[in-house]
């Protein structure tokens, strides 16, 4: 598509560098900021350069925020003895949406795949090893994706952890609630039956 | 949901400001530009404050443009007595994009729409009106949408144009290409039989 200004094409093609978004809704997106006035305009670039030049990693668990330490490590409530780990930022805001999980977390901000060049050395995996063995932990839930890097993730740390004295879990698989049995896929609908549990009132 | 960061969430409400951006493509996006390199979230960011400080607006068919004139207007090869008038800079590039149209523009960047208070005022019709006016004009192609409020302004346009010696015109509605007429609206299948055309070769 040839635009009619240089300018325009210019933010358009940094518009379509976003995850998700084509050329089209860049389109969109750079004549909707044409639009606005130009303090706001300011004020979009301004919070994402801020953002990118500002945001600190927890040097606890690696979450993304603001200070040394992340709200969840900073909380004298949460419990110091369980350690979630995660894949990425948005495994941790998902799981805080749900509000039943009070204990701490371990972000890998990625997952082991040779395939993109991502080996288990790029990932903080010695920090998890060394929260695991100052003691005070005693159980890691593993909540990986259940793709291959996923899994062979789950598997490496497995094998790094298991020789202390904790107990290492996995988040439960199974039917989605509101899902139906006939759409579910096999190995989902398996794991559920193999994993049933108490019939609970 | 609660954010661990002030400078994400900031980061975050900007990104859901844009056209068909949610809560959760926008933290997609806000957590893709914290795995960029800075120059490059620098980038992103001049790029749409430039466009916004530097783009002008072409001073005879309003298209969005670098220098006085849009490389339509100031094209020779150009057929300077047919405008097609359309609503957004969009629609040219798309016009553009078909490699048929040889005539100029008139860009109104609206429509005449009282529910969101845009009367003929706030539209460039007085400037249409004097590039007609000027003589050189012999044909006008509203290129509207079929909405009410596109109808309105064809109809509003059509009542401002009608006294001046020129054809006006509008683009053709049917049954679009590869579409099956049992899934066709009523109304365009009807506009599509009653404006049918000769068989050619």
Redesign the interface.
């Known amino acids: ?8 094409e ?2 358009v ?3 379509s ?4 978004i084509g050329k089209k ?1 860049a ?8 639009r ?1 006035p ?1 303090e ?17 990693h ?1 040097k606890v668990c690696n ?4 200070e040394e330490l ?3 490590c900073s909380d004298p409530r949460r419990n110091r003895s369980l350690i979630c780990v995660v894949e ?3 495994d ?2 998902s799981i ?2 749900t509000q039943i999980y009070n204990g701490l977390y371990h972000v890998l901000d990625g997952i082991i795949s040779p395939m993109d060049g991502v080996g288990p050395g790029d990932l903080p995996i010695a920090e998890l090893e060394e929260r695991v063995s100052s003691g005070q932990v005693k159980e890691v839930v593993l909540a990986l994706s259940t793709s291959m890097e996923g899994e062979t993730t789950s598997y490496f740390l497995y094998n790094r952890l298991k020789k202390y004295d904790i107990k290492i879990t996995t988040i439960a698989r199974g039917v989605a609630f509101g899902d139906d049995l006939e759409y579910t896929d096999e190995l989902t609908l398996a794991k559920s039956i193999e994993n049933r549990q108490l019939f609970k009132i």
Do not use: W
């Open positions: 598509m040839g635009y009619s200004s240089k300018l325009l210019k933010a093609d940094q518009f560098t976003l995850p998700g809704s389109l969109r997106m750079a004549l909707h900021m044409l606005q130009k706001n305009v300011e004020l979009f670039a301004s919070a994402i350069v801020g953002m990118a030049n500002n945001v600190k927890c979450m993304v925020c603001d992340c709200p969840v990425s930022v948005r941790v805001l805080e949406n």
